[in-house]
């Protein structure tokens, strides 16, 4: 039973680009969230998509937007990129607004130079 | 809001030494505890979760936690540490309310060495 696919594994970019990553949720779950984790600090929630629609929204700048398709899977784009937006951007998935653990990922590696 | 403090951002023990993380968190709810290791380049594994029935929570790899809402903690425990065991490990918290706010809040992180 495959777990949450994220891609790719790594990447780097030059500042002012945009990106999209990719994750593919673990079989049965249907709500993805997305979560920033820079060097050294804890994941910090970005956003939620349940039923292809942004659920819930961290404190994140509209840089960052998202996407969810009807095979449950979803992207995430960032647009006009600073170099702090390097960090470790990981996918975590679960079944319903589950409040019993999410399955994560294990991440995209995004550098910005 | 909620809100965790991991106390200690680096933990260092010796093989078969009691491990002894630390977790407080603020909610103003009854809340979600979960404990996460994450090895170095790779995602996060769940290890065990608190929801709102036995307050003593045993995990895997050997760990538990206790949730003590007198102290708003979620300790994590284990008796006796294993090489492997050396990670980085995020205490978090979740609150479910108005059919949303199911997201995690992390602590941000206590490393744990293990010594031979």
């Known amino acids: 039973d495959a777990g949450v696919t994220q891609s790719p594994t790594h990447l780097i970019k030059t500042r002012g680009q945009q990106v999209t990553l990719r994750c593919s949720p673990k079989?049965?779950?249907?709500?993805v969230s997305w979560y920033q984790q820079a060097l050294g600090q804890g994941p910090q929630f970005i956003f939620q998509y349940y039923e292809e629609e942004e659920r819930q929204r961290g404190n994140f700048p509209d840089r960052f937007s998202g996407h969810q398709f009807p095979n449950y899977s979803s992207e995430l784009n960032v647009n006009a990129l600073l170099l702090g937006d390097s960090a470790l951007y990981l996918c975590?998935?679960?079944?319903?607004?589950?409040?019993?653990?999410?399955?994560f990922g294990s991440g995209t590696r995004l550098t910005v130079v | 809001a909620q809100s965790v403090t991991q106390l200690g951002s680096h933990v260092s023990v010796s093989e078969g030494a009691l491990v002894l993380l630390r977790c407080n968190y603020s909610?103003?709810?009854?809340?979600?505890l979960f404990w996460y290791v994450q090895y170095p380049n790779q995602g996060l594994q769940l290890l065990l979760k608190?929801?709102?029935?036995?307050?003593l929570v045993k995990g895997i790899n050997g760990f538990e936690a206790e949730f003590k809402k007198s102290e708003t903690s979620f300790h994590l425990t284990k008796p006796s540490a294993h090489m492997s065991d050396a990670a980085e490990y995020f205490c978090?918290?979740?609150?479910?309310?108005?059919?949303?706010?199911?997201?995690?809040?992390f602590g941000k992180g206590t490393l744990l060495t293990v010594n031979p």
């Open positions: 079989s049965g779950h249907d709500t």
């Open positions: 978090a918290v979740s609150v479910a309310g108005g059919g949303s706010n199911y997201k995690l809040t």
């Open positions: 608190y929801t709102s029935a036995a307050t």
């Open positions: 909610s103003s709810v009854p809340p979600y």
């Open positions: 975590a998935s679960s079944f319903g607004r589950s409040f019993y653990g999410y399955t």
